[in-house]
T-cell receptor, first 115, second 110 residues
Framework: DTEVTQTPKHLVMGMTNKKSLKCEQH?????MYWYKQKAKKPPELMFV???????INESVPSRFSPECPNSSLLNLHLHALQPEDSALYLC??????????????FGEGSRLTVL | DAKTTQPPSMDCAEGRAANLPCNHS???????VYWYRQIHSQGPQYIIH???NNETNEMASLIITEDRKSSTLILPHATLRDTAVYYC???????????FGQGTTLQVKP
């Protein structure tokens, strides 16, 4: 299984809603990532987890709250978002130490629309 | 992490080699060069990476100049399915941070 599975594929939410994006992998990877991608722009790194601990937070607003409950799962909790947060949210995973494989495995993304 | 500069767009004829350049003049000694591509509406896909030696795999070849200030990704026989945005990324493997630049949109034409 070389897949990263993201759910839901599409999500529409109001600015007062609380929702979550989910990401799952069963490749034994111990590093997991959240990226945000606006239309016609490159992916922007948001968070990196290593061994289920948050290792990188790229100054992301607190209305985005990541969680890594175990080595296979990564969540992104969303609360009080703004319309400008509408984007494609990509999850990825990798072995620790990118020098060996260099490879991040990306999911297909969750497309979020904030009304 | 060092920044990269890529041309915004390139065309390539189907069946010909596609050579995608990348400048990374501020690269540090412990930083690798990674290439990813993103086909429309899909997540990015790893292609290849290297430190200083040229690398080849089933998808592509990576040529890194001796001073490591630039590199070229070569798709030996481009097909229509290779139409995508290609990202060159420079990063230390220790940080786990892959920061995507603007990339090159490669259009393969029949």
């Amino acid at each position: 299984d070389t897949e990263v599975t993201q759910t839901p594929k599409h999500l529409v939410m109001g600015m007062t809603n609380k929702k979550s994006l989910k990401c799952e992998q069963h490749m034994g990877h111990r590093a997991m990532y959240w990226y945000k991608q606006k239309a016609k722009k490159p992916p922007e790194l948001m968070f990196v987890y290593s061994y289920e601990k948050l290792s990188i937070n790229e100054s992301v607003p607190s209305r985005f709250s990541p969680e890594c409950p175990n080595s296979s799962l990564l969540n992104l909790h969303l609360h009080a978002l703004q319309p400008e947060d509408s984007a494609l949210y990509l999850c990825a995973s990798s072995h620790l130490g990118l020098a060996n494989t260099g490879e991040l495995f990306f999911g297909e993304g969750s497309r979020l629309t904030v009304l | 992490d060092a920044k990269t500069t890529q041309p915004p767009s390139m065309d390539c004829a189907e069946g010909r080699a596609a050579n995608l350049p990348c400048n990374h003049s501020t690269i540090s000694g412990n930083e690798y060069v990674y290439w990813y591509r993103q086909i429309h509406s899909q997540g990015p896909q790893y292609i290849i990476h290297g430190l200083k030696n040229n690398e080849t795999n089933e998808m592509a070849s990576l040529i890194i100049t001796e001073d490591r200030k630039s590199s070229t990704l070569i798709l030996p026989h481009a097909t229509l399915r290779d139409t995508a945005v290609y990202y060159c990324i420079v990063s230390s493997s220790n940080t786990g941070k892959l920061i995507f630049g603007q990339g090159t949109t490669l259009q393969v034409k029949p």
